[in-house]
């Protein structure tokens, strides 16, 4: 993605935030490029150049799940006919069934796990 403020070189090393190190790396840009312009918004959640993402460790990628799930989708699915399970048991299926990127990317559905970091990267938009 073409940045007017684009910054080349630097250490990943240099970089205190291992959720932007990881974001950068997945992205492929510049370490200097990430640290200027990856920019944390909100808990876990990246912009970079007006593309969101999700930078989660499993823990808080299944309590972003948990979350978005919540009451009102399992109703739903409880309503529906969908299921006859419990809202902690249908919520553990979905996750577990569909994965975390199918339930955060509201993009594409994907999901990518960085080994080095040992964190989840769903771009949310």
């Not at 312009?37 to 972003?64: H, P, S």
């Not at 919520?91 to 577990?96: L, Q, T």
């Amino acid at each position: 993605m073409e940045n007017e403020n684009t910054k080349t070189g630097g250490k990943w090393e240099d970089i205190d935030d291992f959720k932007i190190v990881a974001l950068g790396k997945y992205l492929n840009i510049e370490p200097e490029e990430a640290k200027h312009n990856i920019k944390e918004i909100d808990e876990g959640m990246y912009d970079y150049c007006g593309r969101i993402f999700w930078v989660l460790t499993e823990d808080e990628a299944y309590d972003k799940c948990v979350e978005y799930l919540g009451d009102e989708m399992w109703q739903m699915a409880v309503e529906g006919g969908r299921t006859t399970m419990g809202k902690d048991e249908w919520i553990d299926y979905v996750i577990g069934h569909d994965g975390f990127g199918s339930i955060l990317n509201h993009y594409d559905g994907t999901e990518y796990f960085d080994d080095d970091n040992n964190v989840y990267i769903i771009r949310e938009r």
